[in-house]
């Protein structure tokens, strides 16, 4: 992607909205900003962080994939009594990996934090990622649901501390074992030695995340996505399996990366449910 087309991008029906809430300032970088709509008349609505994709390097907030109807997923949720999130992070040539982590670990924070004003339930949040997004999003639930959270996965940007644990985790077509993909590590961490680049690989890697007591996860994925491969997806549903974490797998029949070659609604609709069970 070299630019976004003009897209609207209007208030959700029968939700209010806070557009560009700045969860976190970091000296150097752009403040990081984050929208969020509410259902009206909900009084600690769940709330769903949905976090965009773009290859670790590109993507908005505002947009969800360009092939999908623009904004309907986000009325869905809203209609189904989420509220739902959407932030931007630190994008990998700004700052390498913990940075994005780190950032969505501080999105999970404020939105506790400010829970009462905004109208939330801290007790009742979920996330939902799709390909370098869903990477991401777990690496910042599994590490902040952890019993003994690994401060150095999680940062101390923005808020600075507090919660960061979910109760469910949606995961699209994302990549879930770096130690099989030397091109990706190569592109996260280009100035960094073979051995380095092994150690964080290892360290980034979803699978090596989960445990027995993670939340639930949901897993979906594209039989033909050329992007992403499908063995990602397998391999983090078997070691859920191996330890039982609880997780499912859907594999998308026909269906390329961001499930082109499907209807997108129905599986919206898988995840809404998903979601509306654990949350």
Known sequence: MTHFPPISVGPL??????????YAMVDGYRPM????HVPRGVESAPVVLWVHGGGWATGD??????????QEMFERLIAAGFAVATPDYRLVREAVLPAAVHDLVAALRYLRRYAAELRLDPNRVGVWGDSAGAHLVALAALAGSAPEPDPWMLGDVGVGAGRADVSAIVYWYGASDLTVL???QEFLWPDASDEERAGLAARFSPVGHVRTDSPPILVMHGDQDDIAPLDQAVRLDAAARAIGAPCELDVVEGADHVFLGTPIEP?????VAFLAEHL
Request: glycine share 6%.
């Open 267 to 271: 599986l919206w609709d898988r995840a």
């Open 61 to 70: 907030r505002r947009q969800v994939p360009l092939q999908w109807p623009q």
């Open 182 to 184: 030397p091109d990706l």
């Open 13 to 22: 029906a029968g939700a209010e909205s806070w557009t560009g809430l700045t």
């Open 33 to 36: 900003v984050m929208d969020l």
